[in-house]
């Protein structure tokens, strides 16, 4: 029998489904939100109105969405995955002709009262879809070429069209967490292998011979990569954000300056202290406590995450959570990485902490998912 | 697609050893980002929590209160004013013309000033206070503080800035202060931090500037903080400097402000002296200049018009000018020639009316000559050809080495701009000054106060004093900084013996009251204040052949008119000097000055009409009734510093 079909029988109904929420992600999420209020609180310089009640209130809105998510069943999902990809991959070729831009590069369309980002949706799509391929491709067929091609291209599509925002944060996350799924699908090690050794030759190659007569860019395009990979060297310039984050992330010490005593957030010295930056302020308020205290609860709800998706049997629901706990992972990697000065500044907010309304709403319809999974697993 | 339980089961296992393997490598990576967190914020906090106060914590000076200056008395002579200024900050006025047009309405504010104010509030940052207009009267500034409400970003605001309540009487003595320069900068080894403020105002001439250590004070400091584009955000803290030393002068403003009247427009120096302690009581240059108008920044027109006046009022007189002494100079002649044995006290010389040496007649003042003279006749009459001869026997070595004993020739140091040395001139002195040899016509010349001899007020001032006191009197001008007493320098007698100090004094007591004295008009009468004094007129073109009566010459030919004096006689407590500019006879134009600054001195009044000769003094009362003396104000006791 199907392995569904015998699932059916044993998932929770009705009513029955609210004691099978897995309850302490949600009770992680919404500390980490919580958080994420007081840190918009105090950087607004103690005002409710200007980014704490609209972020409070879309996280009520999202952590709605959420459960309407999570009770409904997961073969429903399974089912709704490829037309959701194709949508949200309509509505990015959409956006790439008839968009709005703005905010730089990120580009939307309004519907209405709603407003779109479908690099967003993208992000669990993409997710969904790679998880309903594998779902449906006999587990001996994934590390054979043709098999592996098609999710890469599934991959790629929506990769160069949100690169072409541009918006390069986006589509390094996409392309990262669709390489997560294709990894725990089982999709063999020599891939991945190989394709670390491409990038990493290409890297190689790219400095090695710069400065030869044989270099592969100019040399304008090689200082760009310089202040790219090392910001220090332009302290007044591309540099000033990250030394600015790092002052206030250091000057903080074991226990912090105290709630809202972040001199370098209430002064201004901080850039976006409210999106891409928050976590600095976090950290010169309360300290490494505080900022480890966060790092732990964010490295909890993954943990939960992969518990919840090594509990489970069902292929897809397994690389769907997987996928979701990935694309959090890769945020906060990044994110933090950025603020540390131990990656370069690319624009990627901290989930569920960053001021931003498409990101977060989107994040808790992906947690959505993963409760979903969880309800419904077989038992 | 149907699978088995049995294939549904190996794959979940193959996805779960996955997810184990991806869950260990973000473990690893959270473990990295923790042990990076650490290192930031606590193995190099200090470094950091450093960099943020350097961030945030600006520190601003606070300027010192100028130290005022008194005279001997406490009288104020420089003080600090309150001044009332407006500010615009555009930030908060919004639109700044519309502000300023409204503010027009209720203070006088020229359409330059506001032209003025709008291009540098455009010209910087937004939150920075632009200044509207300076010295309001309290009248404008409380008007503005009463409007306030309507006038969004403007503030009226408090300084403080130098004001000289006796205007001309101090200009030369006390100076004035003024912003600082480039120049004044480049002229110090480590500046003081409290020269960058803005607007700050130092010394540059007198008191004012070589005072200046004690009058400045120290700055204080006040920390505060300020947010990324520079705007100041709260205090954090401070610390009070200390205000400037208050200085206490020799001078006696009542004093000083008589002799200025008295001198009128006359191109004049006059220095008085305590002969005991060196105290200046009264050094007046005229004309001269309102200090005030340097420190508020002086008019094109005002400047120019102070350089075109041929009677230099910038110029002080009393120590940069130097002039011939003339027959002032005979009593160091007299001296040399006593000390050297070469004339007795009572011995006599024969004047025909000229001196011949080497076949060049040297003319005596009086044509017929005057006879056989003794020393104090000489003195009395002064009579050149006694000197001429007398001179000739000493030498000019011992001559200005005498003159030097009594202060000629020698920069004497007192906190005053430009002090001129003059010149006592010796041999040597031309042989490096001109390369040439010393003839003995400079000699006969440098007899009488003429050929190089050059002096200032104040030098003959110091002779005068040390010829009353027999003691090397040296000038002083601070009697005390902050509640110190200055200490009065040693005064030790002189190396001349009182025999000889004698002959000279009585010289000048026959001046002014021998029957054939060259000054006997300009005598005291009053038995408790004797007065002694030497009358010189001192050429300043030769005549030649041609004009030598003074009143057909133009001004800047005429014979400067000298006069040096103390009294009372036996025992002396004031000297005086009086320079008159091209004012013609001595005995005419600088002797009744000298006599009625003596007077003043000693009666701490207006001269009683008493003092002066019967026939004088109804002309002395209309003098003085006529002179428009200044009210000056008693020291208030413990006035506030403001």
Known sequence: MSFLEY??????????????????????????????????????????SRWAEPQMKRFGVGLGLMFIVAFTPIWFWRNMSVLAYLVAFALLLVVEFFGRVGMGAQRWIELGPIILQPSEMMKFTLVMMLAAYYDWLDPKKVSHPFWVLVPVLLIVAPTVLVLLQPNLGTSIMLLAVGAAVMFCAGVSWWY??????????????????RGTPWQFLHDYQYRRIDTFIDPSADPLGAGYNIIQAQIALGSGGWGGKGFMQGTQSRLNFLPEKHTDFIFTTLAEEFGYIGAFSLLMLYAAIIAFCVISAMQNRDRYSQLLILGVAANLFFYIAVNLSMVMGMAPVVGVPLPLLSYGGSAMLVLLVGFGLVQSAHVHRAR | MRRTVKDTEESARKVRR?????????????????????????????????????????IRLIPPNRGQIHDRNGKLIAGNEQNYRVVITREEAGDVEHVLRRLA?????????????????????????????????????????LNAPSLPGVTPEVGLSRIYPLDTDFAHVVGYVGPVSEK?????????PVLQIPKFQIGKIGVERWRED????????????????GRVMRELGRIEGDPGDDLRLTIDAEIQNFTQVRLGEESAAVVAMDVETGDLLSIVSSPSFDPNLFVRGISQKDYSSLMENDHRPLADKTVQGVYPPGSTFKMVTALAALEAGVVGTGSGVYCPGYYELGGRRFACWKRGGHGTLSLNEALAQSCDVYFYETAVKVGIDKIAEMGRKLGLGIKHDLPMSAIAAGVMPDKAWKMESYGQEWRIGDTVNASIGQGYVLTSPLQLAVMTARLASGRSVVPRLVRGVGTDDMPIPEAPPLDIPAEYLNAARKGMYEVMNGARGTAKSSRIVDPTMVMAGKTGTAQVHSYGTGERDNKLLPWHLRDHALFVCYAPYDKPKVAVSVVVE????????????????????LT????????????QRARIETQFKEMKLRDIADPVPGRSRA
């Open chain 2, 214 to 229: 004690a009058l400045r004070g120290r700055a204080g400091q006040k920390r505060i903080e300020v947010n990324h584009v």
């Open chain 2, 105 to 145: 309405a209720i203070v006088p504010l020229s359409e330059d000033e506001i032209a003025r104010t709008l291009r540098e509030s455009e010209r910087r940052s937004s939150f920075v206070p632009i200044i509207v207009a300076d010295r309001l009267s309290w009248t404008d500034f409380s008007k503005i503080a």
């Open chain 2, 582 to 601: 091209h004012g013609g006879g001595g005995s005419a134009v600088a002797a009744p000055i000298g006599r009625d600054v003596l007077l003043r001195c």
């Open chain 2, 184 to 192: 004044d900068l480049a002229g110090m080894e480590s500046p003081d």
């Open chain 2, 604 to 615: 701490g009044g207006i001269p009683p009409l008493a003092a002066y000769p019967e026939a």
């Open chain 1, 192 to 209: 991945f292998g190989a394709v670390a050794g491409v990038v990493g030759g290409a890297i190689w190659g790219v400095f090695h011979f």
């Open chain 2, 18 to 58: 996955r997810a184990f393997l991806m869950g260990s490598a973000m473990g690893a990576f959270v473990a990295v980002l923790g042990a990076r967190m650490r290192f930031l914020s606590v193995e190099q906090a200090d470094e950091f929590r450093l960099l943020a106060e350097e961030n945030r914590v600006n």
């Open chain 1, 7 to 48: 699932r059916i029988k044993t998932a929770p109904t009705g009513l029955r489904k609210v004691l099978f929420v897995n309850w302490p992600l949600v009770l992680l999420i919404t500390a980490v939100a919580s958080v994420g209020f007081l840190m918009l609180y105090s950087v607004a310089g103690g005002e409710m």
